[in-house]
């Protein structure tokens, strides 16, 4: 009975082979991975705190040059900020008013068209048919600009 395994061995391959597939399970079933960030989707508007960090972090960095420490940036920042009045504050906060604003409009816009381009997905066969109509964010004036423009030397070289 030389070459015969002892049960301790016989006990720890089987606890190993466990541990293998265990080791292979796949993720639970219940996680629903997160929808990839649209690129085109605006940034959201800066607060007036961080309108005023970007013109303060050039002005620090214009007297501290060889300082690399993004958190003593950020201190120093945090500490005038709470040093200003009111009215000290008031332009970086009519300025993220402003900045607020346009990103509005622009969240609106970008909605806009993403209700659009599902309507695009989901009917792309009535748009083939008429190329001559459909709608777009051009007014018509540019849209007859465009049709002059069919006209020129360029389309006589197409046909060469």
């Known amino acids: 009975m030389k070459g015969a395994k002892s049960k301790g061995a016989a006990k720890a ?7 293998s597939k265990g080791a292979e399970k796949p993720a639970p079933k219940g996680r629903k991975s997160k929808p990839a960030k649209d690129p085109n ?5 800066p607060s007036a705190f961080f309108v005023f960090m970007g013109e303060f972090r050039k002005e620090f960095n214009e007297k501290n040059p060889k300082n690399k420490s993004v958190a003593a940036v950020g201190k120093a920042a945090g500490e005038r900020w709470k040093s200003l009045s009111e009215s000290d504050k008031a332009p970086y906060v009519a300025k993220a008013t402003k900045l607020k604003g346009e ?3 622009a969240i609106a816009a970008y909605n806009k068209g993403e209700s ?16 001559d109509d459909e709608e777009s964010d051009k007014s018509k004036s540019e849209i007859n600009d465009e049709d002059d423009d069919e006209g020129s030397d360029e389309d006589e070289d197409d046909d060469e």
């Not at 391959?13 to 541990?19: D, I």
């Not at 989707?41 to 508007?45: E, G, L, T």
Request: glycine share 0%; no cysteine; aromatic share 4%.
């Open 13 to 19: 391959e089987t606890k190993l082979a466990v541990k």
């Open 41 to 45: 989707k605006p940034k959201r508007a």
């Open 103 to 105: 990103y509005n409009k």
């Open 116 to 131: 659009t381009a599902a309507a695009k997905k989901a009917a792309p066969a009535a748009k083939e048919e008429d190329d």
